[in-house]
């Protein structure tokens, strides 16, 4: 397969995706909006600038990792493009992660400097300050509400030693241009999910984002430059990474940002201020969306207006065609629904402008090629399965990671050249559209037939008391029986006649053995850090009552 898109040996993703836009004479247009502030290209250009010159002169070199822990704010911006315009490699992080694995962050990168707000600076302060860490700066960035002050002072921060505010530091920085990077360098590491154990971080070079950038972003699903883009999941998440920063970027358009929680008023609080054309969602939170909107109408208040969006993006977890037609019928704005990976960057097959098949996950994007291949093949010359079968989806093209820092094993076992075997189960149909079917490592045996969670779940979304759902298998009498996590949507009460409303249904839908024998109504489901329902957090909750 040959590549659609090729790149000079010089490729800076500072140069690419932010200093080539003043070139184009974008520097006056607005790159960035918090609120009610808002950031020129011009402006990021220089505080990025600044940013490589400050961690130039406390001794980030090239290639090594710098951590960034940020809310998404301006700041997250200008210290990603400085770490990429000083030739370092960009690592990411959640700022509300535990402290244990925030920890295991600093240690498992090997950052040479961090970034990060007042309350993780107080966890990583005796790691960074330990004698041999090897963090010789870590910078501190106030965390405050979507509009405020990013360079406002922070009351009881002690700086001094390794210990810096980011704004006083920047203030006395000298400007640096951005150094000339091959194309194959490292630049950004992203980090698996770590649904079991730690997450591992993918290595990828630069190339890797221009190419999918290129052939998705721009070719696909059709970035603009009067675009404004707002995203669910937040920028330490590749898949927001790429829609909320370096996409809009790469094209000139806007990129809006608001630092709290997303929730559907948060959210609904940003459609207002921002008025997108492109919002990065995934389905829990477009569930959640509907249910918002049906309680706002039911106060007899206006419902969401989403006038302005032209698409909305979903990745992340399976869209159930239920909830797609729910909100199509609702908001008329389409959903392209698509499959990514932290192994192959961003998304490879995709839903797109003119062409959405609900339940599907569309086709695959230009210059990738997929196959669906039996559980047990060893290699992408294995025989394919038959359009209609369920199989392992393998995915070739030039964004894939060059393996997993310190996992020589997993990654002999995940990447054979350009290809990745993805571990997500699909079939895929004559026409060449993909329909997911849950993870190998997902199913459930029961009554010694093999269930796909997934499936179950997008059917009993197809009930109208259903607002979201999650299936796992539970163990009982040594037998592993199907269990619905269900949230009632508004105006229906969980009850035990419910229960079995909703058990019938899917009797009626499915073959009989798949239907979920218990079914437990709760206020939500947990979540982890990609936004992803958390299925293990479940698992662990029915372990622990054992």
């Given at each position: 397969m040959s590549s659609p898109v090729t790149f000079p040996e010089d490729l800076s993703l500072a140069r690419y995706f932010l200093f080539d836009r003043l070139d184009e004479g974008h520097g006056a247009k607005v790159a960035l909006r918090y609120g009610d502030r808002a950031v020129t290209y011009e402006a990021v250009a220089r505080q990025t600038k600044k940013m490589t010159g400050l961690f130039a002169a406390h001794g980030v070199r090239r290639g090594e990792r710098v951590l960034i822990v940020l809310p998404d704010a301006p700041p997250f911006a200008w210290t990603f493009f400085g770490v990429l315009a000083r030739g370092a490699v960009v690592a990411m992080g959640n700022p509300h992660a535990s402290p244990s694995s925030l920890e295991y962050l600093v240690r498992y990168t090997r950052a040479t400097a961090v970034v990060t707000t007042p309350e993780v600076a107080e966890v990583l302060r005796p790691l960074v300050d330990a004698a041999g860490s090897e963090v010789v700066a870590m910078f501190v960035v106030p965390d405050v509400p979507t509009g405020a002050d990013w360079d406002a002072p922070v009351p009881g921060l002690g700086t001094g030693g390794k210990v810096h505010l980011l704004s006083s530091a920047l203030s006395a920085a000298t400007e640096m241009d951005p150094v000339a990077v091959h194309r194959d360098e490292p630049a950004i590491w992203l980090f698996t999910s770590g649904s079991t154990g730690e997450p591992k971080a993918n290595v990828h070079t630069g190339r890797d984002f221009a190419w999918n950038t290129e052939v998705y972003a721009k070719r696909t699903v059709g970035y603009r430059a009067g675009d404004v883009t707002v995203s669910v999941p937040r920028l330490f998440f590749g898949y927001a990474t790429g829609t909320n920063l370096m996409f809009p970027f790469a094209v000139g358009a806007t990129a809006a940002l608001f630092s709290e929680r997303p929730t559907?008023?948060?959210?609904?609080?940003?459609?207002?201020?921002?008025?997108?054309?492109?919002?990065?969602?995934?389905?829990?939170?477009?569930?959640?969306?509907?249910?918002?909107?049906?309680?706002?109408?039911?106060?007899?208040?206006?419902?969401?207006?989403?006038?302005?969006?032209?698409?909305?993006?979903?990745?992340?977890?399976?869209?159930?065609?239920?909830?797609?037609?729910?909100?199509?019928?609702?908001?008329?704005?389409?959903?392209?629904?698509?499959?990514?990976?932290?192994?192959?960057?961003?998304?490879?097959?995709?839903?797109?402008?003119?062409?959405?098949?609900?339940?599907?996950?569309?086709?695959?994007?230009?210059?990738?090629?997929?196959?669906?291949?039996?559980?047990?093949?060893?290699?992408?010359?294995?025989?394919?399965?038959?359009?209609g079968e369920i199989g392992v989806l393998w995915v070739k093209g030039d964004s894939v990671s060059q393996g997993y820092w310190l996992d020589r094993d997993k990654s002999w076992r995940t990447f054979h050249g350009y290809w990745c075997r993805t571990g997500d189960l699909f079939r895929v149909d004559e026409a060449g559209y993909l329909y997911f079917a849950g993870r190998s490592d997902d199913l459930l045996k029961v009554g010694g037939q093999w269930v796909a969670p997934v499936e179950v779940e997008e059917c009993l979304l197809g009930h109208a008391a259903v607002?979201?759902?999650?299936?796992?298998?539970?163990?009982?009498?040594?037998?592993?029986?199907?269990?619905?996590?269900?949230?009632?949507?508004?105006?229906?009460?969980?009850?035990?006649?419910?229960?079995?409303?909703?058990?019938?249904?899917?009797?009626?839908?499915?073959?009989?053995?798949?239907?979920?024998?218990?079914?437990?109504?709760?206020?939500?489901?947990?979540?982890?850090?990609?936004?992803?329902?958390?299925?293990?957090?479940?698992r662990a909750r029915e372990a622990g009552r054992g």
């Open positions: 559907p008023e948060s959210l609904a609080d940003a459609l207002t201020t921002y008025r997108p054309t492109v919002v990065t969602n995934v389905p829990t939170m477009l569930g959640k969306l509907l249910d918002h909107d049906d309680a706002l109408r039911a106060a007899g208040k206006a419902g969401l207006d989403l006038s302005s969006v032209r698409f909305s993006l979903s990745a992340g977890e399976a869209l159930p065609e239920p909830l797609l037609r729910r909100w199509m019928e609702r908001f008329g704005s389409e959903i392209y629904d698509g499959i990514g990976s932290a192994e192959m960057f961003h998304i490879y097959a995709s839903n797109r402008p003119g062409d959405v098949k609900p339940g599907s996950l569309g086709k695959v994007v230009e210059g990738y090629e997929l196959r669906v291949l039996p559980e047990e093949a060893e290699g992408p010359g294995a025989l394919p399965c038959a359009p607002a979201a759902v999650a299936v796992i298998g539970v163990e009982e009498d040594g037998l592993t029986k199907t269990k619905a996590f269900v949230v009632v949507r508004q105006g229906h009460v969980a009850s035990p006649e419910l229960a079995a409303s909703i058990q019938d249904h899917a009797r009626a839908k499915l073959t009989k053995y798949k239907y979920p024998r218990v079914v437990e109504f709760v206020e939500d489901l947990p979540k982890n850090d990609r936004g992803k329902v958390d299925k293990k957090a479940l």
